[in-house]
């Protein structure tokens, strides 16, 4: 198959280019830009006059729901959602169940994920057996059945000795570790921001210093280990503060924060919706302030949709029994061409774009986020001066939950392209 898309702006945060430029692809990958190589005949051609040619987008936390949680979403969904929102590689946690703990089940999702022929998807393994943070799983097996990291999801390790044990082992072999920074006891059970809000509503609070002190404990273990770390989700000020003096310190540490943390504050709880119940909570004006400055700096490596597809029945229930979680994968886009356009130009399309593409690619160490001849040709192209509004009936994912409803959003993607095929095709 070979494809030409014409006409496009094409924007590689990569290497800087901007610039409007053809594409060539062919056996799924980039063989030329701007000049027609010789003896290429395109089976296709993809007029991209008015687009945005970007890197597909790469999503550092999708969760699936398979296996085990179809009546949540399924595979192909949720993958049909990637497609429709410009996501052509996505990590994802091991908290389905069974949890992936194990080579067998983590081979057969990526066969899975294979069979469905759209985005690339990278599984974490579970830390520890059953995410139950006692045994550590074999971490080499899991590895070459394809886990590109170690995750206990939204479960604590409880044990230090334990934690430290995992974090020996996988600095030993040079496995990444991707943990959510939140301690065992500190906000158990809480389910909004601790601060003046959540008193007047009455929800239980998950303090800051429950980041900040698995932050600590965390840095010393890294310290003594010398493990790597990708930190998951980061909410606070005070949190980043100690994330930007861990990377002075050159300790081997990456970061990423919720597109939801980016743009909303506990305020947006309102009157108790259960869009908004999110884990880690929405916090304060104060700390989304740090959070854009953070991005802007770079203590913040990737912003991630964190989507997680929930059912009416566990939504649509009083604020603190509703299970926590939001769609994403179809807003991650837009959410970070919102943060461009909501910062008066501090932020330029580049840098946006490359939060969610090159720089999330870095940081999951995968072949993905940028445009250029050898590498595999994945796109996304959009529209950047359409808006959609978002409606459940406008979302592809079995989740229709998310705090952004009836939010006008900018960017509609267009197509699609994975490995050289048009995944997504609303061109037509």
């Given at each position: 198959?070979?494809?030409?898309?014409?006409?496009?702006?094409?924007?590689?945060?990569?290497?800087?280019?901007?610039?409007?430029?053809?594409?060539?692809?062919?056996?799924?990958?980039?063989?030329?830009?701007?000049?027609?190589?010789?003896?290429?005949?395109?089976?296709?051609?993809?007029?991209?006059?008015?687009?945005?040619?970007?890197?597909?987008?790469?999503?550092?936390?999708?969760?699936?729901?398979?296996?085990?949680?179809?009546?949540?979403?399924?595979?192909?969904?949720?993958?049909?959602?990637?497609?429709?929102?410009?996501?052509?590689?996505?990590?994802?946690?091991?908290?389905?169940?069974?949890?992936?703990?194990?080579?067998?089940?983590?081979?057969?999702?990526?066969?899975?994920?294979?069979?469905?022929?759209?985005?690339?998807?990278?599984?974490?393994?579970?830390?520890?057996?059953?995410?139950?943070?006692?045994?550590?799983?074999?971490?080499a097996a899991l590895t070459e059945a394809g886990c590109i990291g170690f995750s206990q999801a939204e479960a604590t390790i409880e044990d230090t000795n334990t934690l430290q044990r995992a974090?020996?082992?996988?600095?030993?072999?040079?496995?990444?570790?991707?943990?959510?920074?939140?301690?065992?006891?500190?906000?158990?059970?809480?389910v909004a921001h601790s601060g003046p809000l959540a008193s007047r509503l009455g929800l239980s609070g998950v303090p800051v210093m429950a980041e900040t002190i698995a932050l600590h404990t965390?840095?010393?273990?890294?310290?003594?280990?010398?493990?790597?770390?990708?930190?998951?989700?980061?909410?606070?000020?005070?949190?980043?503060?100690?994330?930007?003096?861990?990377?002075?310190?050159?300790?081997?540490?990456?970061?990423?924060?919720?597109?939801?943390?980016?743009?909303?504050?506990?305020?947006?709880?309102?009157?108790?919706?259960?869009?908004?119940?999110?884990?880690?909570?929405?916090?304060?004006?104060?700390?989304?302030?740090?959070?854009?400055?953070?991005?802007?700096?770079?203590?913040?490596?990737?912003?991630?949709?964190?989507?997680?597809?929930?059912?009416?029945?566990?939504?649509?229930?009083?604020?603190?029994?509703?299970?926590?979680?939001?769609?994403?994968?179809?807003?991650?886009?837009?959410?970070?061409?919102?943060?461009?356009?909501?910062?008066?130009?501090?932020?330029?399309?580049?840098?946006?774009?490359?939060?969610?593409?090159?720089?999330?690619?870095?940081?999951?160490?995968?072949?993905?986020?940028?445009?250029?001849?050898?590498?595999?040709?994945?796109?996304?192209?959009?529209?950047?001066?359409?808006?959609?509004?978002?409606?459940?009936?406008?979302?592809?994912?079995?989740?229709?939950?998310?705090?952004?409803?009836?939010?006008?959003?900018?960017?509609?993607?267009?197509?699609?392209?994975?490995?050289?095929?048009?995944?997504?095709?609303?061109?037509?």
């Amino acid at each position: 198959m070979k494809l030409h898309i014409k006409n496009g702006r094409m924007i590689d945060p990569a290497s800087g280019a901007d610039q409007v430029q053809d594409i060539y692809i062919a056996a799924g990958k980039i063989v030329a830009l701007g000049q027609t190589p010789a003896d290429f005949v395109a089976n296709q051609i993809v007029d991209a006059s008015g687009l945005i040619v970007a890197p597909g987008l790469v999503d550092l936390s999708a969760r699936l729901r398979e296996p085990g949680f179809e009546y949540k979403a399924t595979l192909e969904s949720e993958l049909q959602a990637a497609m429709r929102g410009g996501v052509t590689s996505l990590v994802c946690p091991p908290d389905t169940d069974p949890v992936l703990d194990e080579s067998g089940l983590v081979e057969m999702l990526k066969q899975r994920a294979r069979n469905h022929n759209k985005a690339h998807v990278y599984p974490l393994g579970a830390l520890t057996v059953g995410l139950k943070g006692v045994a550590l799983t074999e971490m080499a097996a899991l590895t070459e059945a394809g886990c590109i990291g170690f995750s206990q999801a939204e479960a604590t390790i409880e044990d230090t000795n334990t934690l430290q044990r995992a974090l020996q082992y996988a600095g030993t072999f040079g496995y990444t570790v991707w943990l959510r920074p939140q301690d065992a006891y500190i906000g158990k059970g809480g389910v909004a921001h601790s601060g003046p809000l959540a008193s007047r509503l009455g929800l239980s609070g998950v303090p800051v210093m429950a980041e900040t002190i698995a932050l600590h404990t965390l840095f010393e273990l890294m310290r003594a280990t010398g493990a790597k770390v990708h930190l998951c989700r980061i909410s606070s000020a005070a949190g980043l503060e100690l994330v930007r003096q861990a990377k002075r310190a050159g300790l081997p540490l990456t970061c990423d924060v919720g597109a939801h943390h980016v743009h909303l504050t506990d305020a947006d709880i309102g009157f108790f919706d259960s869009n908004a119940r999110l884990t880690p909570p929405l916090r304060s004006q104060r700390d989304r302030a740090a959070i854009h400055a953070a991005l802007q700096d770079g203590t913040i490596d990737a912003i991630c949709s964190d989507h997680t597809p929930v059912d009416d029945d566990e939504k649509l229930l009083p604020f603190a029994e509703a299970s926590p979680g939001a769609t994403g994968l179809e807003l991650l886009l837009s959410l970070a061409l919102k943060w461009a356009e909501d910062s008066c130009g501090a932020v330029s399309l580049a840098q946006a774009l490359g939060k969610i593409s090159h720089a999330a690619a870095q940081v999951a160490a995968i072949p993905a986020g940028s445009i250029a001849v050898g590498c595999s040709a994945d796109l996304c192209l959009f529209d950047p001066a359409a808006r959609w509004k978002v409606e459940a009936k406008a979302l592809a994912s079995q989740g229709k939950h998310t705090p952004f409803l009836g939010y006008e959003l900018p960017g509609v993607v267009k197509a699609t392209v994975v490995s050289g095929h048009l995944a997504f095709d609303a061109l037509r």
